[in-house]
């Protein structure tokens, strides 16, 4: 089993910066890729990154591009997700999810694994 940790939501105001943590603890030996997600009320949960553990790539969906970025430490077992240029429509809860083997993916039934969330709100 793996668990997994969100921090560092919160408020700012568009054009703002967040920084979004995710601790996993658990079997982490076995978590190849790990992902973050978002879901805003009344919509499905969406992919917004997806990270290779042992290559360090990251695979973003189109809406972050450029304006996200992401990073693991893999000796902590900790994912970062730095989020700039935040934009009302970045208005969500955001989780952090892993999985094993496979490939980068911005699917959700791709993983295994979820935390709890944590909030991310943007005002314009």
């Known amino acids: 089993q793996v668990q997994l940790v969100e921090s560092g939501g919160g408020s700012v105001q568009a054009g703002g910066s967040l920084r979004l943590s995710c601790a996993a603890s658990g079997n982490t030996y076995s978590i190849e890729y790990m992902g973050w997600f978002r879901q805003a009320p009344g919509k499905q949960r969406e992919g917004v990154a997806s990270l290779s553990r042992r290559y360090g790539s990251t695979l973003f969906a189109d809406s972050v591009k450029g304006r996200f970025t992401s990073s693991s430490d893999n000796a902590k077992n900790t994912l970062v997700l730095q989020m700039n240029s935040l934009k009302p429509e970045d208005t969500a809860m955001y989780f952090c999810?892993?999985?094993?083997?496979?490939?980068?993916?911005?699917?959700?039934?791709?993983?295994?694994?979820w935390g709890q969330g944590t909030q991310v709100t943007v005002s314009s």
């Open positions: 999810a892993a999985k094993g083997r496979g490939s980068w993916s911005l699917r959700v039934d791709e993983y295994t694994y």
